[in-house]
Every structure is written in structure tokens, then in C-alpha cells.
């Protein structure tokens, strides 16, 4: 994970010199910066320099991986990933009830009535899925 934050932290350093050259190469005496595109590289740099932190914090909690390992081998990275949940319906719930919440900013905000429920409905059964049920462990 180490260098996975690394590259991170490259891209974001990258993309920050690309939004000051977009900005100062955009830049029109009457109307100032371009202010979308700006935005858009200004929001990317932000979101890069999250998950290479993120990924630099983990790094430091958890053993040392084969990625990190220049003398590593394909086949050391083999082996159980983590548990990862079966057959779940909560994610569709969660699908339905965000598109008709997206669909509530566009045809009227009534909508987020039905969509906000669907959606608190969705969230709890994928939070709780494991106390209860058939995946429920004893």
C-alpha cells in the first residue's frame, strides 16, 4: 500500500501543477481564471491527495505487502483477500433509492418522499445484513 500512496501523491502533485498552468493559460484580462475546468482540476488534486493519504496512514497499520516488496513474485500475493459478503439485495435497494433521489433534483423535489426511505431502508439492511438472517453469524 505504501506505493500505491506514493503514486497517489505523485498524481496529485501533477494534476496540481496542471490546474495553476490550466488557470494562468485560461486567464482572460476581462473575465479572470476559467473557472470550471480550474474547479474540476482544483477538485481532482483534492480527491488524489485523499486516497494517497489514506493509503499512506493504512500502509502504516498493516503488514507489508508484496507490492511493497521489490523482490517479491507473483505468487506471494497469492492467498485469502478478506471476507467479502455473498448475495446481498441492499445494494439494489440502495440504487433504486439514489435514483430517485437524483430524479428528485430533476423533476421536483417530492420525489425525495418516496427515494429517502428506499434509501434509509437499503443502508441499515446492508449495515445490520449479518445480525440477521440466513448470513447470520453465531
Not at 22 to 28: E, I
Not at 81 to 109: M, Y
Request: proline share 3%; charged share 10%.
Amino acid at each position: 500500500m505504501k506505493e500505491q500512496g506514493k503514486i497517489f501523491m505523485g498524481l496529485a502533485a501533477f494534476v496540481l501543477v496542471m490546474a495553476i498552468v490550466y488557470g494562468v493559460w485560461t486567464m482572460n484580462s476581462d473575465l479572470g481564471i476559467e473557472a470550471a475546468g480550474t474547479t474540476a482540476l482544483a477538485l481532482a488534486f483534492a480527491l488524489c491527495v485523499f486516497i494517497g493519504f489514506y493509503l499512506g496512514f493504512t500502509a502504516k497499520r498493516v503488514d507489508t505487502g508484496a507490492g511493497d516488496n521489490p523482490e517479491a513474485e507473483v505468487a506471494d500475493d497469492a492467498g485469502e483477500l478478506g471476507f467479502f459478503a455473498p448475495h446481498s439485495w441492499q445494494p439494489l435497494s440502495l440504487a433504486i433509492g439514489g435514483a430517485l433521489a437524483f430524479l428528485g433534483v430533476i423533476f421536483g423535489w417530492w420525489l425525495l418522499y418516496w427515494s429517502i426511505p428506499i434509501i434509509v431502508i437499503g443502508l441499515f439492511g446492508w449495515v445490520f445484513e449479518f445480525y440477521r438472517g440466513e448470513n447470520q453469524n453465531q
